[in-house]
């Protein structure tokens, strides 16, 4: 298999693996729950900007994999 495939199946299981995470992370009752950290409140609001952040992270890494160059357009170019 050449390499741009290789990292596209990659990145596309990563993704579906973050959207299954973040699916039943939003639907566990203790989503609910705050961790106090000294005077700072992490609640359930921040839980879910992380949440958004790691599925926008795991998007960028699957649109990344289709700019890979392959090895050989890299040495006929050079």
Do not use: H
């Not at 579906?16 to 992370?25: D, E, G, L, P, Q």
């Not at 926008?56 to 649109?63: E, K, P, R, S």
């Amino acid at each position: 298999m050449k390499k741009k495939t290789i990292l596209r199946l990659i990145s596309l299981l990563m993704l579906i693996a973050a959207v299954i995470f973040v699916a039943c992370a939003l639907c566990s009752p203790t989503l609910g729950t705050a961790i106090y950290i000294g005077d700072f409140r992490f609640g359930a609001e921040q839980w879910r900007v992380c949440y958004a952040i790691y599925v926008f992270v795991m998007v960028a890494l699957f649109g990344a994999s289709f700019f890979v160059k392959d090895e050989n357009t890299i040495k006929k170019a050079v």
